[in-house]
């Protein structure tokens, strides 16, 4: 038997950016860099894992929001038409440092990174939902839903209704997309008040990630820690984040992916080329950006970068794996011998630092399932629904409010820079209230009118806005998408008031936001 269990979670999430008003749109970039550097990668790796014989466990979310873009025949087209563009960068770029030893063989690998990218998408029918999906039927990954839009739920509970909508709505949009109900939420920025478990219980989810303070400082305490799960007085289990193996993969400054080996984030030939070169390969109207093609690794703190040597980087990943690995074997044998049973780490982190930020993640993960598979029998890999299984006797407390944000709790998503926001999205959330209560047996035109109400009450409560306007970054096209969304359902909250609905307005709402075609609004009753 092991002497404790390793639990990862990968939190796989970006928010709803669809606009067919456009032929390109830059922020529908995010979603593409995300599909060729962290998901297909994954998707390589554990189809690696599977064809080895490698016996891996994985925990992985997979928001609403994510799923409904992956599923997009818009989006799927358009990130497509991406990637041949950027496959044919890249053949620009093989000959251009042709008999440059160094950087031509940079160019091969993209060029064959970026090929078998597309040769992935089109083997899955441009639907990659698909292949998670095969995954956690062969029982080698457990796939988790998130709010329905990543509404940060806190903000909310004044509103319950708003809060049981966010959490309903995305276990019916999970069994639409993977055919069974899920086991477990990731609840948007892990962000906790008491009450949320009775939603969760409604929707029959056995289990959710709290940050560590949101587990320690439970009443009464826990015995074990974030070393269990504990249970909540409404039935859910929850499971508290280990800061130790944490920060080791996430911190830039102390962590792996900071290491002197490893790919350069902010170097790319979007910026460092002439001009003339790449201006087919940035944005229409002549502002530079990423284009994926980095040649230059981290060296260290100096603005005078080497070459990045992805044999070289991949050697590193094994050494860090192995390490990763060591560490929580010392970690486990340290705490089965004083709490006297076998404890679970549980690590969760953003998927997209695998691949995206840290260009080499998806090869220290594989490496990493590799070596605790046939290295080591210290600990074995478990998702927490399994570990439930096996232990299904834990602790009752009351966990206390909490995130994984800054300071660990709401001054992220509630600071000077976006607090505008929540009157605006309390007044539509009781208005949605008063909606579905009033015309509970609407039907037709009607009906269609209260279901787009409710997408864009929805998209407008993403708690991805508010954060961006935190940071900086992005903040007018995070305040423009607010302030459309709660103008939408404002005016569809009058039409359907006055029995006067626009149908040419409701058809523009529909086609801008698809999102949860089969939404039942009367959750908010």
Not at 57 to 82: A, F, W
Not at 410 to 439: C, D, K
């Amino acid at each position: 038997m092991p002497k404790g269990y390793l639990s990862l979670v990968l939190h796989a999430h970006l928010p709803y950016v669809r606009h067919p008003e456009y032929d390109q749109f830059l922020e529908e970039d995010w979603l593409f860099e995300a599909i060729t550097e962290t998901y297909i990668p994954l998707i390589n790796m554990m189809n690696g894992l599977i064809q080895d014989g490698v016996d891996f466990r994985l925990t992985m979310s997979m928001t609403p929001p994510l799923c409904s873009m992956l599923r997009d025949g818009l989006l799927q087209d358009r990130y497509l038409h991406h990637l041949n563009h950027s496959i044919e960068l890249t053949h620009k770029e093989c000959e251009r440092t042709r008999g440059d030893h160094t950087f031509e063989e940079l160019a091969w690998f993209y060029r064959n990174r970026l090929e078998n990218s597309r040769d992935v998408f089109l083997r899955y029918d441009k639907d990659l939902v698909r292949a998670f999906k095969e995954f956690q039927d062969q029982g080698f990954l457990e796939i988790i839903t998130c709010g329905a839009t990543h509404g940060f739920l806190p903000m909310m509970t004044d509103y319950p209704e708003a809060v049981r909508a966010q959490i309903l709505v995305a276990r019916d949009h999970y069994k639409e997309c993977f055919g069974r109900n899920p086991r477990g939420i990731w609840l948007p920025e892990c962000a906790y008040v008491p009450g949320i478990e009775d939603f969760l219980q409604e929707a029959e989810i056995r289990w959710f990630i709290l940050d560590t303070h949101g587990v320690l400082f439970s009443e009464p305490q826990p015995r074990n820690g974030v070393f269990a799960p504990v249970f909540t007085p409404a039935g859910p289990a929850a499971f508290g984040r280990d800061l130790e193996s944490s920060k080791q993969v996430w911190s830039a400054e102390e962590g792996y992916p900071g290491d002197g080996c490893y790919r350069d984030f902010y170097r790319d030939v979007g910026f460092d080329l002439d001009f003339d070169y790449v201006k087919d390969y940035i944005q229409p109207n002549g502002l530079r950006k990423f284009t994926g093609l980095k040649y230059y690794r981290i060296t260290g703190k100096t603005a005078e970068k080497e070459p990045y040597q992805p044999r070289v980087a991949e050697e590193r990943t094994a050494d860090h794996a192995g390490n990763f690995m060591f560490n929580r074997e010392k970690q486990i044998e340290h705490l089965s011998s004083i709490l006297g049973n076998e404890p679970i780490i549980l690590s969760p982190y953003d998927a997209e630092l695998f691949g995206h930020w840290w260009f080499e993640g998806p090869s220290f993960l594989n490496y990493l399932l590799r070596k605790t598979a046939y290295d080591q029998d210290t600990f074995k890999m478990i998702t927490p629904s399994e570990y439930l299984e096996k232990f299904p006797t834990q602790q009752l407390v009351q966990p206390c409010a909490s995130s994984w944000g800054a300071n660990g709790h709401n001054e992220v998503w509630v600071e000077p820079s976006n607090t505008w926001i929540y009157p605006h999205l309390h007044a539509a959330a009781g208005r949605m209230t008063e909606l579905a209560r009033q015309f509970h047996d609407c039907y037709g035109l009607t009906d269609r009118a209260m279901k787009q109400a409710a997408r864009e009450l929805l998209l407008a409560q993403s708690s991805d806005w508010a954060f961006i306007m935190k940071t900086g970054t992005m903040v007018p096209y995070a305040v423009k998408r607010t302030k459309d969304h709660l103008i939408r359902f404002n005016r569809l909250y009058d039409q359907i008031k006055g029995n006067c609905i626009d149908t040419e307005f409701l058809d523009n709402c529909e086609w801008r936001s698809p999102i949860f075609p089969n939404i039942d609004w009367k959750y908010y009753a």
